[in-house]
């Protein structure tokens, strides 16, 4: 028997993935500069620098890749619109978290450049995560994203940063164990790693293996649920929140969910599409249960940081719907209307987190404290701050003229059009929920005097910079949704 | 009596199944003494005999590669590097006695369900008979390996590459915080 070895030329590698290359490169560069720039220099903000760059660089690269497909490795990686608007979205999360994190020198001091190279490859990870139809690639980019974000978490010289890395690196670790775990079933039933071959496998195997598949099935749905902390698979987050430093926690609630939902997304729909109505339902009932629970235990928070987790918990359940839904009942044009509404409401979602936890960063710095009371009488001190804050927490909470308004009616949109009415009801419910417990925080920034000397608090450039972008992005997408909403649904998502 | 003789309907033994018994029997005291020790030092060498146990799973299973790299890179490095860290660090430490508590007993309650429903659908599901051949001739299993590594799985070999710097990297910063 001869075998034809089948080798992949550079042009093509540049081709389906130059975004991940060029970032990869610039994260080995900036692991020299750091061992070979002297200590003042790495203050100057070299290292970010260049970080910022590659990652526009990338950026560029994706953007002029947009409707084209190609696959590299006989189909493991791929190139095609669904994968390139993750990219983007991954990329400038990770721009607005580098400038966040220029004036966080003191939280981090010392790891400068390692903070800068390991964000880089975290965000590899996710790219690698949005792009590959292939179990192993898939668990590989997992893996990229999740050991760096465990780094990243512990890079705070604090016994709560240690303790909220070690419980992110237990859990996540078992997460990891049970989506591996899961993928060996799947792959010991269809005798394939590639998603889209798998599913034609399933297909045909999902009536004579039926408790082997559903069991690998419910493996990596756990271990998947974890990476985007659905309840009850949601423990670690609001610890790994609080002991992070506060540019993570953004990166972690933004850039890690997005890309645990991309990846979520591509498994179910390439393997698991043939049978969705037999097991969809989990989905629905995992949305409701994690809007519900992570909206009732923000509203007891004190930590700031603690009822943005909770919070990001029930948005993700928000996230979950369209999926949920898609699987109520899957054809062509309701699948691009449901990626829309959860690409739609991913990138506000992430806007308006990077901005809250920049006022967050901002704050905690001048109050040297995250509680609920560092942020009473804001807006005495700093009347930009507070309004910024404002606008982004009626936004998660879905105030209209606001993106999270737009992206949840969009969202609810696609629900009713399935027939899931008391799904939409319980998306209308929990935000009246989450406006008890945002509101609260609003009242104390406006209507309550400053603990202290009521001295004027200056926001530094970079993070006004992102308080700013975040704002925009805000308001624009919730005053004009239909410059995203009319594009995305006619993208070449898949590449059929 | 009916059922359960079911389960194990068809078995038949040969040297084979007796090694892989042995050797089922090894991996799972070894790895629940590695759980009971209280010595960190201890557990490092249980995990070792896990470690070979499993390179006797791979032999029994016709990959004889990948069990060599097995006690090469596991049993060998990884499990004599451990024992380094430990000397190197507290080796002394003894972790805590903990009670049974309620916590516990749900825990195992939990895991005892796992387990059942797993050997359910493992034992209900009607398998194909297994072929007496392997997919690929014995001597051939490392060129298979490298084919399949270097051609369908390039993509992912080399992104491993990243994640090995990212893990080394990331426990070099960790371990210098605190001094």
Redesign the interface.
């Given at each position: 028997m001869t075998?034809v070895?089948?080798g992949?030329a550079f042009a093509d590698a540049w081709r389906v993935?130059a975004p991940e290359m060029v970032l990869?490169a610039a994260?080995?560069l900036l692991?020299l500069i750091d061992a070979a720039l002297p200590p003042a220099a790495k203050r100057a903000g070299v290292s970010t620098g260049v970080a910022l760059i590659a990652l526009l660089v990338a950026g560029v690269l994706a953007l002029r890749r947009f409707g084209q497909t190609a696959a590299?490795?006989?189909g493991?990686?791929l190139l095609d619109d669904y994968a390139l608007v993750f990219k983007l979205l991954f990329m400038g999360i990770t721009l607005l978290i580098l400038l966040l994190s220029l004036d966080d020198h003191g939280r981090a001091e010392g790891?400068r450049g390692?903070y800068t190279?390991?964000l880089l490859?975290a965000t590899?990870?996710a790219m690698?995560m949005a792009s590959?139809a292939?179990l192993?690639?898939l668990?590989?980019?997992l893996?990229?994203l999740s050991?760096?974000s465990?780094?990243l978490v512990?890079?705070r010289?604090s016994s709560k940063s240690a303790e909220g890395?070690m419980k992110y690196l237990v859990i996540g670790a078992i997460a990891s164990a049970c989506v591996l775990f899961g993928m060996s079933y799947i792959y010991g039933v269809t005798g394939t790693t590639h998603l889209a071959e798998a599913g034609y496998t399933l297909f045909q195997a999902w009536d004579?293996?039926r408790?082997?598949v559903?069991?690998g099935l419910l493996l990596m749905l756990a271990g998947f649920s974890v990476k985007i902390s659905v309840v009850p698979f949601h423990m670690w987050a609001p610890d790994a929140y609080e002991g992070a430093p506060t540019p993570i926690t953004a990166f972690l609630a933004a850039a890690s969910k997005a890309a645990g939902f991309a990846m979520l997304v591509r498994v179910f729909l390439y393997a698991f599409a043939s049978h969705f109505p037999e097991w969809g339902g989990l989905w629905v009932g995992l949305a409701a249960v994690t809007m519900v629970a992570g909206n009732l235990l923000a509203i007891v928070q004190r930590n700031v940081k603690r009822m943005l987790a909770y919070s990001s918990i029930g948005q993700a359940g928000y996230l979950l719907v369209p999926f949920a839904v898609l699987t109520g009942a899957y054809h062509g044009g309701n699948l691009y209307q449901d990626m829309s509404a959860l690409y739609f409401y991913l990138a506000a979602y992430a806007l308006m987190t990077a901005g809250a936890f920049a006022v967050l960063t901002v704050v905690a710095k001048h109050a040297r404290s995250e509680d609920v009371d560092a942020f009473t009488g804001l807006f005495r001190r700093s009347p930009l701050l507070a309004g910024a804050m404002a606008v982004f927490l009626v936004a998660m909470a879905g105030m209209p003229l606001t993106s999270g308004f737009a992206g949840k009616f969009f969202i609810a949109l696609g629900a009713i059009n399935t027939g899931y009415y008391w799904l939409a009801g319980l998306m209308f419910l929990t935000s009246v929920m989450a406006f008890a417990y945002y509101f609260g925080l609003v009242r104390r920034m406006y209507l309550q005097e400053p603990y202290g000397p009521a001295e004027s608090w200056r926001t530094p450039a970079a993070a006004a910079l992102v308080v700013v972008v975040a704002l925009v992005g805000t308001i624009g997408l919730g005053v004009a949704p239909g410059v995203m909403m009319h594009s995305l649904p006619g993208l070449n998502w898949f590449g059929q | 009596m009916n059922a359960v003789s079911s389960w194990f309907g068809g078995f038949i033994w040969t040297g084979q199944t007796v090694a892989f018994f042995l050797l089922a029997v090894l991996v799972v005291l070894a790895a629940v003494t590695l759980l009971q020790f209280r010595k960190v030092m201890h557990m490092a060498l249980s995990i070792g005999l896990v470690f070979l146990g499993m390179a006797g799973m791979y032999v029994l299973l016709g990959a004889d590669f990948l069990a060599f790299a097995q006690i090469l890179i596991y049993a060998g490095a990884i499990t004599i590097l451990m024992l380094f860290a430990i000397m190197l660090t507290r080796h002394d430490e003894v972790e805590e006695e903990e009670r049974a508590g309620f916590r516990q007993w749900i825990a195992g309650l939990g895991a005892a369900a796992l387990g059942a429903v797993m050997l359910w659908a493992i034992r209900t599901t009607a398998w194909p008979p297994a072929s007496a051949q392997p997919p690929w001739p014995a001597q051939k299993s490392v060129n298979a390996l490298a084919e399949t590594l270097f051609t369908g799985y390039v993509v992912p070999f080399e992104l491993v590459s990243v994640l090995l710097t990212v893990a080394l990297v990331g426990a070099v910063i960790l371990a210098r915080k605190e001094e």
């Open positions: 075998t070895l089948q992949i993935m990869t994260g080995f692991m590299l490795g006989p493991s990686y790891a390692e190279y390991l490859f590899v990870g690698v590959s292939d192993v690639t668990f590989v980019g893996e990229i050991v760096s465990y780094v512990g890079l010289r890395a004579s293996y408790g082997i559903v069991l | -």
